[in-house]
Each structure stands twice: as C-alpha cells, then as structure tokens.
C-alpha cells in the first residue's frame, strides 16, 4: 500500500481546516470549514464553505474524537504477563493484583516516561486525543519519598507531550489496605502520600488535572472530604464497586454497598467519575443516574479481570451517562470497548441491537468523556478541536453515507480506518504514522526488554 511521504511543515503552527464531510453539532455536513484559536478550541465553524488559501483540506469522513476516560499507563507495559492459569485454578482479580504489584515494584520514572509516550501514541492512533490518567505509583521502589515528589507526575505528563495527546493527570490518594483500615502491604507502598502531600503535590502540577481517590477501601470518607475541601471545582475519580468481594467488605464494615456508602456520605454531582461501578443494584442505578455523574466503562479490562457485567440497559433507560477508558491496556481501541460493550448484552439477551447504533453509542462515549474531561461536547465552537479524519477509501468505509459511517467503524473489525488526527487543533497522526514514533517505539522496547532481565 503507498503511503504518502511524511511531511510535518505545517503540523502544529497551522490552525485552520477543511473537511469535505463532517459530523458537526450531532448532524451530517458537507464542506465544512473549521478554525482554531491559539487555546486548541474550535473558534468558528462554518458549513457549505469553500477552503481558503493556506487551509489544510481533508477528504473522508471528520468525527468527533474519543476521550479515554480511565488509564493507568504503566499497566501498558504488563499486558500479557498474567495470563497463565494459577495451580488450582485460583486465578481472580486478587491474585492478578499480586503479580501486578510484583511487575510494578521494579518502575523507575524512566520506564514511566518511556511506557507513557509509546501508549499515547498508539491511543491517537486509535482515535483517543486526549486520556485521564489514573496515577497512583508516586514513590521509590523501597516506597520511601522521591527527592522531587513530582518526578513520577512528570514522567506521565513528559510521555504525553511527546505524543501529543491531551492529558488530564488524576494523582491518586491511596492511604489503607482496605475496609478495615490496615496496613498497605509492602506491594502497595508505591502508592502512599499523606493527604497534606497529596494536596501540595496536586498544586505544584502545571497540567490539566483533576482528583482521585483510589477506592473506598484505600480512603477513608474523612480523608475524602479534606481533599474535597481543600481541591474544589475539578473532576473527582474513584473506583468504585469494580468486585464482589468489595461490596461483601463495605458491607461488612460499614453497613451499605459502596455506591449506596458513597453517596449516603458525600456530594456526587456531574463532577465526579465513578470508574467501573460494576455490581450495581437498581436503586443505585437510578441514583447514580439522577445525580449526573458519568460512569467510566472499560469492557476489555472488566472481562479480563473478571470483574463482571455492568447493568448498562438499565443504566442508559435512566439517562445515565458513560465514558469509555481502556484502564489496563489489553486493548487500545475505542470501537472495540463499544463493541464488546453491545455484543456483551447481546450474548445475554440473545437478541441484536440491544443497546443502540454505532452512531449513538459513538455519541454517547463521546459526550460522557468530554464531560469527564470537563470540555464542550463534539465539533462545536468552543470544544477542543479534536477530530478524526476516516480513509473513505478503507475498504469498511467504501460505500458508506451518514450514520453508516459509525455502524461500520464500531461494528466491523477490519483494520484501522483512521486516517488522520486533530488533537487540539494539531495535526499530530498523518496517514496513521506520528512524528517521533519510531524513537518513542525504539525508547519503549528497550525499557521493556530492561524491565523483563529486572524481573
């Protein structure tokens, strides 16, 4: 296949476009002229336009961008390396968590750094521009306080830049080992910081952020609303509800499950991203729906784990709101996690179309990450100009017309259809390929292949 030479000239100075078909404001247009502000924002949109001198014009077809609405970036590195039976067949999400523990003790900010980049590249690649990164590991390997408290923050931030992805970090407080209040095991002592080291290392990050707490289990309510207070008006992350066995342990010590715990304690509003919310009882659908906040969903990551099927005909039949994230880096793939997401429920019901349309489905992940990420919503002035251009001549987009376009990108698995990336309003994936890729790809082999001789 000829691929057109890479030429990157005029990649991040130029700020105005011209797509022949677009996806704008939820509806189909032809010739469809976009600028961007010096901010990354789309600052005007007009339809049935012609391109002026100096645009960069595109054929096929401009979508909306996908956010990836839940990363743990340093997991990238471990996929694949927990999928052997256990003797006894006693393989689950804990002991999964173990090896984890045991791959991660070995991280240097130098591994973080050079995992984050290559994973952010393939996510642009795959329609992600922008991620919010789940980040917990924040110390030395003895567990002791780095130097530089920022130096693990700043490798996931250094790995975007050279991607070019849009990056909004979550530093995660992780204080306990569980319901009870234990001890952090000597696995987990990575991810420990006080909450007044939490909140120092929060203010000192100069990137998009918001706060996270681990679960529950790992923070206690108290702790919880002394961030809260002391960190206001940002999005708030939290697992929440991802095993059965959590909620038998939130039971047993507090006397509810944890969505019912969390919102009998705390103010959910549309701030905030409940991260799995897997065992869901109907009342907490309704409440969790009601209240606005959006569910980030990762289908790929909960069938590797184990961790069950989230009630999602339930959830959307309320109006609730879902995201989309790729968590542990199985897949790295938008249409595969909506894919399995519909194809999930139709192995249950055993019927088709259960959920709804590629173009709905598309949407919806859409808006729910844009939401998360606390942006406007699609191809609209003020919104992030983050936009995907399809190859029309991809043989599963040949033929295709308005919302043929999503049915054929979320349903059909038959290569990558994704031409061109805007993240921004830069130009940061040409004909598939990105501009430093091949040092980012040679960075991350080496990094593994030093990683595996530390094991």
Known sequence: MYIKPMTWDHNSEHKAYHFKTAFVGGAWANNVRMHVGADGLIAALSVDSAAEEGDVSFSGFAIPAMANAHSHAFQRAFAGLAERRQAG????FWSWRKEMYGFLANLTPEDVSAISAQLYVEMLKAGYTSVAEFHYLHNDKDGSAYADKTIMSKAII????????GLNLVPILYQRAGFSGGDLSDGQKRFYLSTQDYVDLHSSLNCEKSIGFHSLRAVSLSEVLAVSSAVSDVGVHVHIAEQQAEVDDCLK?????PIEYLYDNLPVNDRWCLVHATHVNEAEVAMV??????????PSTEANLGDGIFPIQSFLAAKGRFAIGSDRHVTINPMEELRQLEYVERLSTQKRIVLDSGANLWQGAVS???????????????????VLVLDERHPSMAGRSGDEVFDALVFTSHGNPIK???ASGNWVIKYGQQKHQETI???YNKTIISLMERR
């Not at 067949?89 to 689950?92: E, G, K, P, T």
């Not at 250094?158 to 992805?165: K, N, Q, S």
């Not at 010590?253 to 499950?257: E, K, N, P, Q, V």
């Not at 729906?289 to 990762?298: H, I, N, Y």
């Open 253 to 257: 010590h507090t006397g509810a499950r």
């Open 89 to 92: 067949n006693a393989d689950s």
């Open 158 to 165: 250094d790995g975007a830049e050279r991607a070019g992805i």
């Open 289 to 298: 729906a009601k209240s606005k906040a959006v569910v980030a969903l990762c």
């Open 420 to 422: 061109h990336v805007l």
């Open 368 to 386: 729910g990450g844009a939401q998360v990420m606390g942006q406007a919503n699609g191809l609209c002035v003020g919104a992030k100009a983050d």
């Open 441 to 443: 790809l040679s960075n």
